[in-house]
């Protein structure tokens, strides 16, 4: 069985982007592969976390992964600080990485713009996320379009490794699994649970007044036809391929069922089937929350991980000249 890997950052609470970009599509994965789905606080504390949140967040995190239908007796769901041969391998990654091509990444230029006091780990998120994948021998990384530079870096370090020390590593083919789903309040920028406004965002725990206020005041232009424009018409275009998503229905039926309606039924009509979309996976989630659950299936997950990293940590040290024998 071909292996997939997916991480997902415990920064907030996933939102549509998340769900819609990547998790929603995890769950068919699990009858053809063997996957991992990882829950990476480790990348989560390359900006600044407050310690309490984010370990709700992370049992959170695993709730929704289960609360969306991922089936811990098939899958590996784990947490990242707890298989140490994650920072282990990473600190190699970083050792094939060069400062130059790290700053070339976007989602460092974005995390970095205008702050004052960037950690060090923000530069080097890549070479850990390098790391993650290659550990397990992962065939396939099914993420979000806004992940496509990292997973080509990823098997850049990879490429670079096997050919300076010894060819253990595979070389992930990355799956890129839907749009990028933009922030509702600036549609120029993707929308990211760790956005301050929390406005931007549709969070998979907001409750139904909270969406239906989230989608009411997204960004649109001042012409009311709704149509799929995304040079034009940015906000209206990311509503309707949200839309289009959660009820897998396409753009082009959708501008026609709206012909002449205006944004106002639009949007009315798009907050209902949000709140139809969540509703089950909400009522799942806080089952799950509130059980035993969540903490057996990451145990379970952890010693599955650890097991599985030693191979090719050991493999990889080896290489690299880290062991005595
Ligand atoms: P953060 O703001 O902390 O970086 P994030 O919302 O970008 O959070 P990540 O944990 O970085 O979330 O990414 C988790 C998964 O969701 C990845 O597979 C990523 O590609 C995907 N993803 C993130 N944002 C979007 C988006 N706006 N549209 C589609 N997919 C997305
Ligand atoms: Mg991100």
Same mark, same amino acid.
């Given at each position: 069985m071909k292996k997939i890997f997916s991480g997902i950052q415990p920064s907030g609470i996933v939102t549509f982007g998340n769900y819609l970009g990547a998790m929603k599509h995890f769950v068919d994965f699990q009858t053809s592969y063997d996957c991992m789905f990882c829950i990476v606080d480790q990348h989560a504390i390359t900006t600044p976390q407050d310690p309490v949140a984010l370990r709700d967040q992370k049992r959170k995190l695993a709730a929704l992964y289960m609360a969306v239908g991922i089936d811990p007796n098939k899958s590996t769901i784990f947490i990242q600080s707890e298989v140490p041969a994650h920072t282990q391998l990473a600190w190699m990654m970083q050792c094939v990485s060069y400062i130059g091509e790290l700053e070339r990444m976007t989602q460092f230029k974005d995390k970095s713009e205008g702050k004052t006091g960037v950690s060090a780990a923000l530069l080097t998120y890549p070479p850990l996320m390098a790391a993650d994948i290659l550990? /397990? !021998?992962?065939?396939i990384v099914?993420?979000?379009?806004?992940q496509r530079q990292h997973l080509e870096l990823t098997r850049t370090l990879a490429d670079r490794f096997n050919r300076q020390y010894a060819d253990i590593f595979t070389?992930?083919?990355?799956?890129?699994?839907?749009r990028r789903i933009m922030s509702l309040q600036n549609p120029e920028k993707k929308m990211s649970k760790s956005d301050a406004n929390t406005k931007a965002f549709i969070s998979m725990l907001d409750?139904?007044?909270t969406i239906t206020k989230k989608i009411k005041s997204a960004v649109t232009d001042s012409d009311p036809e709704v149509r799929f424009d995304e040079e034009k018409k940015p906000g209206i275009s990311n509503l309707l391929t949200i839309y289009s998503l959660?009820?897998?229905?396409?753009?082009?039926?959708?501008?026609?069922?709206?012909?002449?309606?205006? /944004? !106002?039924?639009?949007?009315t009509n798009l907050a209902e089937l949000a709140v139809t979309v969540l509703r089950p996976i909400q009522k799942r989630f806080y089952d799950i929350y509130e059980s035993d659950e969540v903490d057996n299936a990451l145990d379970?997950?952890?010693d599955k991980a650890n097991e599985q990293a030693?191979?090719?940590?050991?493999k990889a040290e080896g290489a690299m000249g880290l062991q005595r024998n």
């Open positions: 550990l /397990y !021998g992962t065939d099914p993420v979000g379009d806004d070389l992930p083919e990355s799956k890129i699994l839907g409750d139904e007044k959660l009820n897998n229905q396409s753009v082009a039926a959708i501008e026609k069922e709206y012909d002449g309606k205006g /944004y !106002g039924a639009f949007k379970a997950g952890s030693q191979h090719l940590l050991q």
